[in-house]
């Protein structure tokens, strides 16, 4: 962990899970049995997963020593084995986690995760548990130590995350987003995003709430466009679509 004040400072506020994956040839018809090539348990969750990338990506900076930066975690696990797991292998990456609670009443977030290894394709079945404890009243002020960017997803409630919203616009404290699972997010908090970082299909379906487009490029520009209508302080979108691998457009941001 980084021993000076000067450090920046990441808090991802999100998700943790276990992950169980099955990997197929082919997924399965409705009703039907099919034997699986594998299976395996990970960590998982947006949130820790960014956070692990986060952690990753500062120490490769610098050839694995000191970190350059400090990677601060807030969610919610509950008090079981899995809970336990995904503690310890957080802590393994270097992530600071004095925000995650322990639910004594709640068991710890998971995903199921089918494989289909021929095109990689994968659906996945998402059950919240202890992320849906992660509550508004619990992110009013901010975090200590004060964040240099937040993180977020969309798979703790929403409410939640609009909280951290106001709360970091209010502190002048930039706000990455990844809206994923994808849902609608009132107009005015865009005002408090830096970045929007989103796949195809979650750029396809806030697009349907900004202009008629089904093209996640096009809602990307479109979503810039309207925060620099209202002078918004969103700074850039990326698309992680196929067609336009990153796209990404700065705009001036209000001083």
């Known amino acids: 962990m980084p021993d000076t004040f000067d450090t920046p400072v990441i808090t991802v506020i999100g998700s943790l899970n276990v992950d169980i994956a099955i990997y197929t040839r082919r997924i399965p018809d409705v009703g039907e049995t099919f034997r699986a090539t594998s299976s395996a348990i990970s960590i998982g969750g947006k949130g820790a997963n960014q956070a692990v990338a986060c952690a990753k990506l500062s120490r490769s900076r610098n050839g694995g020593s000191t970190p350059l930066v400090s990677v601060q975690l807030i969610g919610a696990v509950g008090d079981d084995a899995h809970g336990e797991m995904i503690l310890t292998g957080m802590r393994a990456y270097g992530v600071d986690m004095p925000g995650v609670k322990v639910r004594q009443d709640k068991r710890t977030g998971s995903a199921f995760v089918m494989v289909e290894q021929a095109t990689a394709e994968n659906r996945i079945l998402f059950c919240a548990e202890a992320n849906d404890t992660l509550s508004p009243s619990e992110l009013v002020s901010l975090p200590t130590p004060r964040p240099d960017l937040i993180i977020m997803q969309l798979e703790v409630p929403l409410n939640t995350v ?42 396809s379906f806030l697009a349907s709430f900004w202009r008629a487009t089904s093209r996640p490029c096009l809602a990307c520009q479109q979503l810039l466009a309207s925060s620099k209508a209202t002078e918004s302080s969103m700074s850039s979108s990326l698309s992680e679509e196929e067609e336009c691998s990153i796209l990404t457009q700065y705009l001036a941001r209000r001083d």
């Not at 990455?176 to 796949?199: E, F, R, S």
């Open 162 to 203: 609009l909280q951290v919203m106001e709360t970091a616009k209010t502190h002048n404290v930039p706000i990455l987003l990844n809206p994923a699972p994808a849902q609608k997010i009132p107009t005015k908090y865009y005002d408090g995003l830096a970045h929007l970082v989103m796949n195809e299909t979650e750029a």
